[in-house]
Nanobody
């Protein structure tokens, strides 16, 4: 059993930055990696990127490459999503999730999900 809690969302101006956190508890040792996803109203959930627990390797969707950075603190069982140069189209609910598949950008390969945190980017 794994519990994930996202935090750090809020309202930010276009061009600004925000760092999201995902605190994990439970049997996180059994998961290979963590992923970040987002979902805007009326749209499908979109893959952002993922990071491996063991080596810290990362993968990113093309839409966020160069702007978003995923990192992790294994001692704290926490992963982060640093978002820079934010755009209004980044507005969405952001989710973290666990997977036993590396790498993975597919929602069906993720097992546990957080409740999400809202990010709103104004123009």
């Amino acid at each position: 059993q794994v519990q994930l809690v996202e935090s750090g969302g809020g309202l930010v101006q276009g061009g600004g930055s925000l760092r999201l956190s995902c605190a994990a508890s439970g049997r996180t040792f059994s998961s290979a990696a963590m992923g970040w996803f987002r979902q805007a109203p009326g749209k499908e959930r979109e893959y952002i990127g993922c990071i491996s627990w063991s080596g810290g390797s990362t993968r990113y969707a093309d839409s966020v490459k160069g702007r978003f950075t995923i990192s992790r603190d294994n001692a704290k069982n926490t992963v982060y999503l640093q978002m820079n140069s934010l755009k209004p189209e980044d507005t969405a609910v952001y989710y973290c999730a666990t997977t036993n598949t590396w790498p993975s950008g597919a929602t069906y390969e993720y097992d546990y999900w957080g409740q999400g945190t809202q990010v709103t980017v104004s123009s």
